[in-house]
């Protein structure tokens, strides 16, 4: 269903209410924007429709197994990225609102989609993916391993240091789940922590930061994952 080659999808063209419920002159040129500004925020306004719904279309054959891991990852990693990319902009953030309110305006059902904007990151990096080297009694790379604790390092001395912002933490802690992931597939002390982390970090914005008391708790959890991690290495 799904090739590597990147999906093509057809942006659907925005139109403000105010539009939609003018007196249309049918001998009249209709015109979705008047201005270069207008228009541009139409079109990013409808390539985030249409990312949500090919996000939507891509979850469900991960779901049923349509798409090979590598190729769901990818692909998905990018659609992320865009939607991202697409709200950076302050006046398209500012027409789009949040994407429940954007949902209910253009009647749109996309409920795997939602669930992965929320996470922000992509089933297989949030689960892990289904293969794993040390399954069969074999010995963990001692590269990964390294890496993984490495990564659990690098979050908590920013944390440490007082850097909390969202921007700072978000890329440490995917990192960190990549990593643990490319180790084990066991479930841990904490493990979940990372992921409920990851998705509270990627609700903020960029310019946002964790409170004190946010940060405290934070550093706790990921001081009790990296003790659980580390207790998973003993027993292999």
Known sequence: MYASRQPAYAPT?????????????????????????????????????????????????YLKDSI???DYT??????????KSN?????VAKAFGDLESFKREWDME???????LRVGIPATVEQGPTHKSNQN???????????ATEDFINVLDALKLGMT?????????????QGVNKVTDQDFESKGKIV?????????????RLNEDQARDFLFDMEQAYHGFKGTLKKN
């Open 87 to 91: 709200l950076t902009d302050e006046a």
């Open 13 to 61: 063209p925005y139109m403000p209410r105010s539009a939609l419920s003018a007196t249309i002159n049918p001998d009249e040129e209709a015109k979705l924007s008047t201005t270069a500004a207008e228009r541009n925020l139409y079109d990013s306004l409808a390539e985030i429709y249409s990312i949500v719904v090919t996000l939507d279309a891509l979850e469900k054959a």
């Open 110 to 116: 996309c409920p795997r989609a939602t669930e992965r």
């Open 137 to 147: 009694g074999e010995s963990m790379d001692a590269t990964l391993v390294m890496n």
């Open 165 to 177: 912002e969202k921007d700072v933490l978000h890329p440490y802690l995917v990192d960190v789940i």
């Open 68 to 70: 090979a891991e590598a």
């Open 196 to 208: 409920q982390w990851l998705i509270t970090l990627n609700q903020m914005r960029a310019s946002e």
């Open 74 to 83: 990818e692909t998905c990693s990018r659609l992320l990225k865009q939607y």
